[in-house]
């Protein structure tokens, strides 16, 4: 139970923190600089939430470790965030429509996840809820924005879709553990969490609109510890210092 | 991008203040800005956003004949009436 | 008698009593609005000294930004984003307060980016190793915070409010910076090592950050006069000097300079003199980094121009419907 409990745990930590990561990459090089600074604001939120989690995880691990090891001494076959999330930060538009999914998913997962069997999980959603709501505000008005413009910001927009869309089916993607957690009521049902998703999207793409692709690698095997070659080059550069220099104190 | 002035209220029952400005394509892109520039410290309940362009300003200029004609209208202040000390505290 | 010679924005003399007025203001510590009158000169000091410090929070920007991804800790890594954050947003204030003066901010950026504007030297200085993110905080944000808090009375009211928040906000940088430097100077030889490499290559150019000597500085005098500078270059770089060195002994760590000693008699610190051609050289823009940190700022602008095209665009196709 401990297990299936720290392996989501984990899943949702690596999830958010990859995702920061990526939006933090933009911190003095956005936009403009009212954006740039809001950019931030959301990579510290998400920071935010994968302390919580880890620490939540290291909690309830049956090894000695702290939430830092966790972020910092595990490889790429122990990360479990869905590959969309370490995809690197492309263009503005790229990184628009991607923090759009991932934060329509995380406001319908965090709802949800209230109601957790589990206390820990629910008090961690609560306070996460907030600020992915505002993260949804501003994710889908820019994409708005973006689509129903010009017609380059359009084009760019498009072609992120067309990237990005066969990666999202992954956010929902369970095994084993999941399944006995979705039985014991400590997370939601993952299949009707996407339905809501995806009708969520289907709504904002139309609006936008924006033509979502017919084929494409439909990405899988996050959960698994199976990644694409971006998270290595991610780790390498995010745990450098934990790894050149074992057990310091920072 | 147009320039919008930033009011913040910093808790209820305050009023709004002006604080800075910023960058905005639109009034709501504005408040989102306003909020992620100017409350990132906990300072404010309620944001308002004025292109600052709508907003109108008295000239400088005429400031003598504008406002130091309120200087010598003593009356208007309570310090004006003295009382007798039995009932001072009116 | 400074006032002797300032032309106004045609070129023709200032009216002799429109200069005495101001400047009696100026004595009785008014503040000066956007929509008072002043002399140009006034104008265009505080133009160039407001543009330059905005310049140096965006560009300040970069040199931290090379480790955000790299934060040993999850602790640390929000530290340093949140400050390298508020550097943005202080470039903000200070932008949107220069912007009264009548100067828009697409046109400082032009300046900044086409190198006629300039920006503080020490950020065209490399950070090769974490340790130098503690150094920045303690000694750059430190010789930053003796600059800016006389600034947050500077007889122009926009200026001195922005100052006045930085200020606050800013609080935090250079504790968070010795708080580094102190887990370093207390944790394995390698990690001393790194905090006292950081120093030696910091301590210099945080010294150099308060400009010119008094000797040399061309703008001193009138500034002090109109009050938008409150002490001299030389000065502020003294208080700096003595209250860092019992900071740096306190963490065991060497300061890079064979000439520094209490005198007794001064009741000061001597130090040793300032490489003033290297300097001038990185002003010029020959410094190490000068290049990467301009290109990185026109990229941004640059890859960010549609973005803003796209924004504009869709207000006016939304007002155009409405």
Redesign the interface.
């Known amino acids: 139970m401990n297990k299936a409990i720290e392996h989501y745990l984990l899943r949702l930590a690596d999830t958010a923190l990859t995702q920061s990561q990526r939006i933090a990459e933009w911190c003095g090089h956005g936009p ?4 740039d ?2 950019l931030t ?1 959301v990579a510290l939120d998400l920071l935010g939430h994968a302390k919580l989690l880890y620490e939540q995880a290291a909690e309830v691990s049956e090894q000695d470790v702290s939430a830092d090891d966790l972020a910092f001494l595990r490889d790429v076959d122990a990360f479990k965030n869905p590959i969309l999330t370490e995809l690197p930060r492309g263009d503005f538009a790229f990184t628009t429509l991607k923090q759009y999914f991932v934060d329509q998913f995380n406001v319908l997962l965090y709802q949800a996840l209230m109601d957790s069997q589990y206390q820990p999980l629910s008090d961690i959603a609560t306070k996460a809820l907030k600020e992915v709501r ?1 993260h949804l ?2 994710s889908r ?1 820019w994409c708005l ?1 973006l689509s129903l413009s010009t017609d380059e910001a359009k084009q760019k927009m498009q072609a992120a879709l067309d990237d990005l869309y066969f990666y999202t089916p992954e956010l929902f993607e369970t095994d084993d553990q999941l399944n006995q957690l979705m039985a014991e009521s400590i997370i939601p049902d993952m299949s009707a969490l996407h339905n809501q998703w995806q009708q969520q999207v289907d709504e904002l793409l139309n609006k936008c609109q924006l033509k979502t692709p017919t084929s494409g690698w439909l990405a899988t095997g996050g959960l698994r510890g199976e990644h694409s070659e971006h998270l290595g080059y991610m780790l390498a550069d995010m745990q450098f210092l934990q790894r050149a220099y074992p057990g310091c104190e920072w | ?1 147009k ?1 919008y002035e930033v009011f913040i209220r910093a808790k209820s029952g305050l009023n709004h203040r002006h ?8 009034a ?2 504005a408040l ?2 306003a ?3 100017y409350t ?2 906990e300072e404010g309940v309620s944001i308002w956003v004025v292109e600052a362009a709508a907003i109108s ?1 008295s ?3 005429q400031s003598e004949e504008w406002f130091d004609p309120a200087m010598d209208k003593v009356y208007r202040y309570p310090t004006f009436y003295p009382l007798d000390k039995e009932v001072d505290n009116m | 008698m400074y006032s002797q010679g300032l032309q106004d924005a045609k070129g023709g003399p200032e009216p002799e009593g429109l200069l005495k007025a101001f400047q009696k203001r100026i004595d009785n510590e008014e503040k000066i ?1 956007p ?3 002043m002399p140009e000169a006034y104008r265009k000091t505080l133009i160039r000294q407001m543009s330059q410090h905005a310049h140096s929070e965006i560009v300040g920007q970069l040199p931290e930004g090379n480790w955000i991804t790299r934060a040993p800790t999850l602790k640390r890594k929000m530290i340093l984003l949140a400050k390298v ?1 508020d550097e943005a ?1 202080h470039g ?2 200070i932008y ?2 220069t ?1 009264t003066l009548g100067i828009t ?1 697409d046109e400082m950026t032009r300046q900044l980016l086409s190198g006629e504007a300039k920006y503080s030297s020490i950020f065209n200085y490399p950070t090769p190793s974490w340790a130098d993110m503690g150094a920045i905080g303690w000694l750059v944000d430190g010789a930053a915070i003796m600059n800016q808090v006389p600034l947050c009375r500077a007889s122009y009211g926009p200026y001195a ?2 100052m006045i ?1 930085i200020c606050k ?1 800013e609080s935090f940088h250079q504790r968070q910076g010795y708080d580094i430097m102190t887990v370093l100077a207390r944790g394995t030889a390698a990690q001393k090592k790194m905090a006292q490499d950081a120093l030696n290559r910091t301590w210099w150019p945080a010294l150099m950050m308060f400009g010119p000597s008094d000797k040399d500085s061309k703008h001193s005098a009138q500034s002090m006069q109109w009050k938008i500078k409150r002490f001299t270059n030389d000065d502020l770089r003294q208080k700096f000097v003595d209250a860092t060195v019992p900071q740096a002994e306190h963490l065991g760590l060497t300061i890079p300079d064979k000439d520094l000693k209490w005198n007794e008699d001064r009741g000061h610190y001597d130090f040793g003199e300032i490489d003033w051609q290297e300097f001038m050289e990185v002003i010029k823009g020959n410094g190490p980094c000068n290049k990467q940190r301009l290109r990185a700022r026109q990229k941004a602008h640059d890859e960010g121009e549609w973005v ?1 095209k796209a ?2 665009v ?2 006016q196709k ?1 007002q155009d419907a409405a």
Do not use: C, K
Not at chain 1, 32 to 35: I, K, T
Not at chain 2, 19 to 26: I, K, N, Q, R, Y
């Open positions: 403009f600089l009212e954006e600074i809001a604001n505002y505000t501003r008005d924005r | 991008m320039l604080v800075g400005s910023l960058h905005a394509a639109d709501q892109m989102q800005n909020r992620d520039v990132r410290r300003a000239n400088p200029e | 609005e929509r008072d009158w954050q947003g903000l204030y949107s307060a912007e901010r409010r922005s928040r906000e803003r924004a504009e869709y207000q939304q």
